[in-house]
Structure formats: structure tokens, C-alpha cells
């Protein structure tokens, strides 16, 4: 979503004037339009890749991963995306959760904080953000983007090592016995195109909702 942004930032940079602060041009308002049109479908088909699968493989619950607001207090030395992804976030979630309630599906929102410093491996205690004890230093660390490695050494899929750390917390907070995965299943998770993966066509929303007798 980020790359798909940037574009739209640099043109709108081009067209704009610096001595015309605060004036919007037609060109300006027909790209910008298009870039919400874009964002708003490529939520709409994420969203909709997510059911898919839970329709197909019987899953009766999902669980969504959310920062509650952490990011907004952290030292970043870049802020400049996290207004914008923190919205795409949301909208995603209340999405997905709209989607949920359509299908009769149970929709949990997990805290995610302080998943993506510690390794599931070392079985860290993860806290709620700001309930981290001080002297508790986390020593394994991403050395490259989507490779984490560990105290001991072994390197795993980042995005693989947060999902583990949410199943944690989903564990702790749902009171429910998870089994933990192996070593083995610590492997790269498929990627999904949303522009290259189909959409499977399904009973739209607006049917469920009752018309209007005179």
C-alpha cells in the first residue's frame, strides 16, 4: 500500500504551487480521486481473500492484529506514513469484521504490541504497551528485511515469528491451549497478489438487508 501511495504523493508535489498553498487544482482533485478509488478496491479485495480462505477451510473465528494506538507514542525518526498506514489498518479491520458478522463468523482484535522484538523460540513473556518491565531487554533482532535471528542463532520468517507471538497472546487472553508449532513449520508463508489473485464472487451484502415496503 505504501508503493502504491507514493506515486500519488510525488505527482501531487509536482502540481502544486508553493506560492498556491492551500488552492487544489482539478488535476490534483482527479488524482487524488483515483488513488482513493485504488486504496478503497485494494482493501475491498484483501478483505475478501481473507473470507475466501476461511470459507473454504470451515474457519469459524479471525483474529486481527491491532497496535491500539502504540505506534502513535513511539521515537520513530520517520512519521510520515504512519497516519496513513494506521488508517488503511483500520479501515482493513473494520472490514474484515463487517465481513465476519455478514458470514456469522467470531471476530477477536488481539493486541500486537511487542511481537516483533522478541522470538517466539525463547518463549518471552509479551506485555500489554507500556507494561513491559524495564529490566526485561529483548537480545534477538531482524538483520535483514523478513529474516529474524534469535539469541541462539537461528534465522526465521519475520512475518512468521509475529504470527507466532499473536497466537501467544491470543492463547493468554482466550484462556485456550494452542499447540506450538515446530521448528519444521517455522518455513517462508506464501505471499498473495491481490491483483493476481482471483476473488471468488459471493452473495452481496446489500441482499441481506431488508427492503423497504411503502
Known amino acids: 500500500m505504501k508503493s502504491q501511495n507514493q506515486p500519488y504523493n510525488k505527482q501531487v508535489a509536482t502540481i502544486k504551487h508553493p506560492r498556491l498553498q492551500g488552492l487544489w487544482s482539478v488535476r ?14 485494494t482493501l475491498n479485495k484483501s478483505a475478501m481473500l481473507v473470507m475466501d480462505y476461511c470459507l473454504e477451510h470451515n474457519i469459524k473465528a479471525e483474529f486481527f492484529g491491532w497496535n491500539r494506538g502504540s505506534q502513535q507514542n513511539s521515537n520513530l525518526a520517520t512519521k510520515i506514513n504512519q497516519p496513513f498506514m494506521e488508517l488503511l489498518t483500520a479501515r482493513l479491520k473494520n472490514h474484515i469484521k463487517q465481513l465476519c458478522e455478514f458470514y456469522g463468523m467470531q471476530f477477536v482484535e488481539i493486541d500486537k504490541t511487542y511481537i516483533s522484538q522478541p522470538s517466539f523460540l525463547n518463549t518471552y513473556p509479551l506485555s500489554k504497551y507500556g507494561e513491559k518491565p524495564k529490566s526485561l531487554v529483548f537480545k534477538d533482532k531482524r538483520v535483514k528485511r523478513g529474516i529474524f535471528r534469535t539469541n541462539a542463532g537461528t534465522a526465521i520468517n519475520t512475518g512468521v515469528n509475529k504470527t507466532a507471538n499473536i497466537l501467544t497472546k491470543l492463547e493468554l487472553q482466550l ?12 518455513i517462508v508463508p506464501p505471499k498473495l497478489h491481490v491483483w493476481e489473485t482471483k476473488v471468488k464472487k459471493r452473495r452481496d451484502m446489500t441482499e441481506a438487508v431488508p427492503k423497504r415496503t411503502a
Open 28 to 41: 490534483s482533485a482527479r488524482i487524488t480521486s483515483k488513488r482513493n478509488h485504488h486504496m478503497r478496491d
Open 175 to 186: 484462556g485456550l491451549n494452542l499447540a506450538k508449532p515446530s521448528r519444521a513449520l517455522l
